[in-house]
């Protein structure tokens, strides 16, 4: 007999794979599940998992994997996904998750990777946890809230944004990752510009708020998010392109 799996499956409303619950449950999972990623977030201040697997081919996969690994960053993160080209995985691996299998996959193999990922992380060579940033998303994520008590009211894209600046190797990325975000809206153009314009009101916002958004511009790259400094946001052309940033172009 296997422990049980204490896991969340974050589905969509309209769902490809609807028995998944049911037969993760009667593979001995313990399961909870949600079609948002606000939800999500109480569910996890209620118990945290120790897998969640996203099946939601209704919005964009990245996003939702970043939110997903940025609200339960302990986790192990199972992507189910209907494409089986190698894009599509690459992308849910670099926005963080863990393992990725097609939707036709037979579930007593995808309940025994959710086993081994748990092992890897319970056992002795398992990854230290990861500092946890001085600024951070709260309120379903509509409040960026900093080490100083600063908050920062955020509108939909501008929450999305963050997210997935936040959940980035050392809070930094380039514009064409953070277009994903969609930033101009669903229907909207999603272009550098468009993020460009969002980031200047969004500083605009804070400045009126009080709040020094240490949010770098770096010219013709993308942003940094400096959460280990004071340092006040600088315009695009007064900041070098990072030596380091150069695994993100």
């Not at 080209?85 to 393992?99: F, K, S, Y």
């Not at 037979?106 to 002795?124: H, K, Q, T």
């Given at each position: 007999?296997?422990?049980?799996?204490?896991?969340?499956?974050?589905?969509?409303?309209?769902?490809?794979l609807p028995?998944?619950?049911?037969?993760?449950?009667?593979?001995?999972?313990?399961?909870?599940s949600?079609?948002?990623?606000?939800?999500?977030?109480?569910?996890?201040?209620?118990?945290?998992?120790?897998?969640?697997?996203?099946?939601?081919?209704?919005?964009?996969?990245?996003?939702?994997?970043s939110?997903?690994?940025?609200?339960?960053?302990?986790?192990?993160?199972?992507?189910?996904?209907?494409?089986?080209?190698?894009?599509?995985?690459?992308?849910?691996?670099?926005?963080?998750?863990?393992?990725?299998?097609?939707?036709?996959?037979?579930?007593?193999?995808?309940?025994?990777?959710?086993?081994?990922?748990?092992?890897?992380?319970?056992?002795?060579?398992?990854?230290?946890?990861?500092?946890?940033?001085?600024?951070?998303?709260?309120?379903s994520?509509?409040?960026?809230?900093?080490?100083?008590?600063?908050?920062?009211?955020?509108?939909?894209?501008?929450?999305?944004?963050?997210?997935?600046?936040?959940?980035?190797?050392?809070?930094?990325?380039?514009?064409?990752?953070?277009?994903?975000?969609?930033?101009?809206?669903?229907?909207?153009?999603?272009?550098?510009?468009?993020?460009?314009v969002?980031?200047?009101?969004?500083?605009?916002?804070?400045?009126?708020?009080g709040?020094?958004?240490?949010?770098?511009?770096?010219?013709?790259?993308?942003?940094?998010?400096?959460?280990?400094?004071?340092?006040?946001?600088?315009?695009?052309?007064?900041?070098?392109?990072?030596?380091?940033?150069?695994?993100c172009?």
């Amino acid at each position: 007999m296997h422990a049980a799996i204490e896991s969340i499956i974050i589905q969509g409303q309209h769902p490809r794979l609807p028995n998944l619950v049911a037969g993760l449950a009667a593979q001995g999972w313990s399961v909870r599940s949600c079609t948002t990623t606000a939800a999500l977030t109480g569910m996890v201040e209620v118990c945290a998992p120790q897998v969640v697997v996203i099946e939601n081919e209704e919005y964009d996969l990245r996003t939702l994997v970043s939110v997903a690994r940025y609200t339960s960053p302990n986790a192990a993160l199972i992507a189910l996904i209907s494409d089986p080209g190698v894009d599509a995985r690459v992308a849910a691996l670099d926005a963080g998750a863990d393992a990725c299998c097609l939707l036709s996959t037979d579930l007593r193999e995808v309940c025994a990777l959710g086993r081994a990922l748990v092992r890897s992380r319970n056992g002795p060579s398992a990854r230290a946890p990861r500092e946890t940033s001085p600024w951070r998303l709260t309120h379903s994520g509509r409040v960026l809230a900093g080490p100083s008590g600063q908050r920062l009211p955020l509108t939909f894209t501008e929450s999305a944004f963050f997210l997935r600046l936040l959940s980035s190797p050392g809070h930094r990325l380039p514009r064409e990752r953070l277009i994903a975000t969609a930033v101009a809206g669903p229907r909207g153009p999603h272009s550098a510009r468009s993020v460009d314009v969002m980031v200047s009101r969004l500083r605009a916002k804070a400045e009126r708020l009080g709040v020094g958004l240490p949010l770098l511009a770096v010219r013709q790259w993308g942003y940094i998010f400096l959460t280990d400094t004071a340092t006040e946001a600088k315009p695009l052309e007064d900041v070098p392109v990072p030596a380091s940033a150069g695994y993100c172009s």
